[in-house]
């Protein structure tokens, strides 16, 4: 059974609006954010690849790996901004970063 184009395009708007609904109803937990960015970067990168083969172009698939590669930088700084803040407060709760105010 062959899926169509518009069956695949829904997978990734449903990956993007569910890492939207993660941004906005697990805002307690630093982890938490950090996953739906990735799920939102993700489908991003998926709807560009999708799009690339589609149209037959290669530019897509150049946008999706210059977003993978910051995907990557964010998520090794956000972990050890996360793993560096669980060591001085002792949780990963967004309402005790307003103790880090100088």
């Known amino acids: 059974m062959k899926l169509s184009m518009l069956e695949i395009f829904d997978v990734g ?4 609006f569910i890492g939207c609904l993660g941004l906005f109803f697990f805002r307690s937990n630093l982890i938490s954010i950090l996953i739906a960015i990735e799920l939102v970067l993700l489908s991003i990168n998926y709807l560009f690849v999708l799009l690339s ?17 910051v995907a990557a930088a964010e998520s090794a700084l956000g972990l050890s901004i996360v793993l560096i803040f669980y060591r001085v407060k002792g949780s990963v709760f967004v309402e005790d970063t307003n103790l880090l105010k100088a």
């Open 13 to 16: 708007l449903a990956v993007y």
């Open 53 to 69: 083969v589609y149209h037959q172009d290669i530019q897509g698939q150049f946008y999706a790996m210059s977003i993978l590669s």
